[in-house]
Each structure stands twice: as structure tokens, then as C-alpha cells.
């Protein structure tokens, strides 16, 4: 499945297939860019990040891909599980100072 | 290692009254970072700290809000004089030091403003 973010904020998807959730950021000067998942009640939870100098970066199950020309995040889960149900979000800095600047966010609601 | 607490975790409040929030950052973290959430909204910047000092207040309003982060205890994030418009969930964060790297959110406090 995939999501275009602030268009469509909802994404659902069956168990075991591989998620696409999609950013478009605003500032061209940012330079470090987060995903982080946030769970019912809780505070966000870092998944993964990237610098500008990069176009891609793997963690375990999750991967980002950034094209700065378009400006556009996304974060690919693999093999999504019930567990990754929540809502996911994209954050930039814009290097002029520490504060993150957040997308609106995505609603992953995984199937069983 | 504790994360980022914040306490209290829920917080009613009449209109009118002060409201008091606080965030310990994780252990050995200087830097602190506010954030103020509104239902289904991304996370909207208030105000950064660094020890004692305020860095950036550019997203606190101008009235009623003060945050301080003193050389002894947790930071405090005070609203003075709440109105319905300040219900919201208010995140906590902190890292080691500035620059870009991942921010540790604590959990939040949900204020209610009757």
C-alpha cells in the first residue's frame, strides 16, 4: 500500500505486505530529516533518519528514501505487522536552529 | 537508562488556573525541547532549552506560557491563566547536544481545560 501523506492520511494494509508512506516536506535548506512512529498515547518513538548527503538508508524492516530535488521523504516497511500500527511522521530541520518541524502524519492500520 | 519522563501524564485544569508541566530529559542530556500536539496534528514547536538558559522561544506564545530549565531539576513548562484553546497533548524532548540528531520524546502530558 502507499500514502501520499498530507493527502491521504490513512493507509491500511494486509499483514505482510510492504507499506509506503510518503512525505513532501517544505524548507529546500533542510538537511536532516527523521521518521518517527507514534503509537495511541504515547510520545514519538525514532525509527530512522537521514542527512541531505544521502538518498537512502536500511534499517531493520524500514527503509527511507529521500529525493531532495522533489522534496520528497518516504519510509518503506517490509513484511508490515499488526505491530506497526500507528501513526507515522516525517520531521525536517531546516538547520537554522534545533527545533524539528513535523508533517501532519499517516495513519497505518495494518490487517491481520 | 530512563527515557524522557514527564509528569503528570493527565492534567485538568479550569479556565482561569495555572497549569504546570514537567519533563526530566534522559540522564545526560542538556538540551530540551518543547512540543505542543493537537488532536491528529503533526507536533508543533514551542520553545528549546538549553541549562538555564531559553535558546529559542520562537514558537511559545507571547503571553501567559514561560518554560525554564534550571541547573537542579526538570524542566517546567508553565501556562499561566489556561483557556479551552490550551487543551492539547504537550511532548517533551531531549537530546545531547545540538545539532542534527534524533530527539528523545517523553510520553507527553494531556492537559484539559474545563
Known amino acids: 500500500g502507499e500514502s501520499v501523506g498530507l493527502h491521504l492520511p490513512t493507509l491500511s494494509v494486509q499483514e505482510g505486505d510492504n507499506s509506503i508512506i510518503n512525505c513532501a516536506y517544505s524548507n529546500s535548506a533542510s538537511d536532516y530529516f527523521i521518521w518517527y512512529k507514534q503509537e495511541s498515547g504515547k510520545g514519538p518513538q525514532f525509527i530512522i533518519d537521514?542527512?541531505?548527503?544521502?538518498d537512502k538508508r536500511q534499517g531493520q524492516r524500514v527503509t527511507v528514501l529521500l529525493n531532495k530535488t522533489v522534496k520528497h521523504l518516504s519510509l518503506q516497511i517490509a513484511a508490515t505487522q499488526p505491530g506497526d500500527s500507528a501513526v507515522y511522521f516525517c520531521a525536517e530541520n531546516p538547520n537554522t536552529g534545533n527545533q524539528f518541524y513535523f508533517g501532519t502524519g499517516t495513519s497505518l492500520t495494518v490487517i491481520p | 537508562n530512563a527515557g524522557v519522563m514527564q509528569n503528570p501524564r493527565h492534567l485538568v485544569r479550569r479556565r482561569g488556573q495555572e497549569a504546570r508541566l514537567r519533563c526530566s530529559p534522559v540522564?545526560?542530556?542538556?538540551?530540551v525541547y518543547w512540543y505542543r500536539q493537537l488532536p491528529e496534528e503533526g507536533l508543533k514547536f514551542m520553545v528549546y532549552l538549553q541549562k538555564e538558559n531559553i535558546i529559542d522561544e520562537s514558537g511559545m506564545p507571547k503571553e501567559r506560557f514561560s518554560a525554564e530549565f534550571p541547573k537542579e531539576g526538570p524542566s517546567i513548562l508553565r501556562i499561566q491563566q489556561v483557556v479551552r484553546g490550551d487543551s492539547a497533548a504537550y511532548f517533551c524532548a531531549s537530546s545531547p547536544s545540538a545539532g542534527n540528531q534524533p530527539q528523545h520524546f517523553g510520553d507527553g502530558t494531556r492537559l484539559s481545560i474545563l
Open positions: 537521514i542527512r541531505s548527503n544521502m
Open positions: 540522564k545526560g542530556h542538556s538540551h
